[in-house]
Structures are given as structure tokens and as C-alpha cells.
Nanobody
Framework: QVQLVESGGGLVRPGGSLRLSCTAP????????MAWYRQPPEKERELVAK???????NYADFVKGRCTISRDNTENTAYLQMNSLKPEDTAVYYC?????????????WGQGTQVTVSS
């Protein structure tokens, strides 16, 4: 079982910023796509942003211009920089990685980190 470790969530005021991090084990050599999803209270989980191993990025319309996803392949880490946060950004944010582990390709999830935007 591959464990993705997330950090960086918390409570922030509207207009503030947060940077989320997600790290896969150093023993993983092939990570294809890394992505961030979020699940607002009583809603479905939704894609926020994703980044390929080559650095190609895609963003949900609701974060375009406010968030930047990046990755450090040497550290097996993905980041989500979130700016101009709004109360509607409040959600549990989950990291996802599509990678090779034990000679098999599969998708793995982090445990989630709470982001609360409130004054």
C-alpha cells in the first residue's frame, strides 16, 4: 500500500493563501499524474487541478487564476498554491497520484487535509 502524505491545510481568512503539499514515498520511481481533489461538505469529490510527469497542468474553472499546481519529481512531491481563497473553497482536499508500485500501475489517495476559509 502506497501512502501519500499531505500537509498544509488549515483555517484562513477570505482572500488569504495556503500551500498544500503531497509526498509519495521515495521508493516510488514512476509517478505519472499527480492531482488535487476536494470534497466540500455534503458534496461530491471534485477535481481541482492535475499535473503530468512532464509538467502539463489542468485546472477546474472554479480555481483558474487563483491556484497553481506544481511538482518536484526529485522529491516525489506535488504542491497546490491557493490564493484569493473564498469561503466556498472550504473542503477536505485530497491528493491523488497515478503511479507504479510493486510492478503495477494504480491510483492512490492521501488521507485528506481540511481547508477552512472563514472570517
Amino acid at each position: 500500500q502506497v501512502q501519500l502524505v499531505e500537509s498544509g491545510g488549515g483555517l484562513v481568512r477570505p482572500g488569504g493563501s495556503l500551500r498544500l503539499s503531497c509526498t509519495a514515498p521515495r521508493s516510488i520511481f514512476s509517478i505519472y499524474t499527480m492531482a488535487w481533489y476536494r470534497q466540500p461538505p455534503e458534496k461530491e469529490r471534485e477535481l481541482v487541478a492535475k499535473i503530468s510527469v512532464f509538467g502539463t497542468t489542468n485546472y477546474a474553472d472554479f480555481v483558474k487564476g487563483r491556484c497553481t499546481i506544481s511538482r518536484d519529481n526529485t522529491e516525489n512531491t506535488a504542491y497546490l498554491q491557493m490564493n484569493s481563497l473564498k469561503p466556498e473553497d472550504t473542503a477536505v482536499y485530497y491528493c491523488n497520484a497515478y503511479l507504479i508500485a510493486s510492478d503495477a500501475r494504480d491510483s492512490y489517495w492521501g488521507q485528506g487535509t481540511q481547508v477552512t476559509v472563514s472570517s
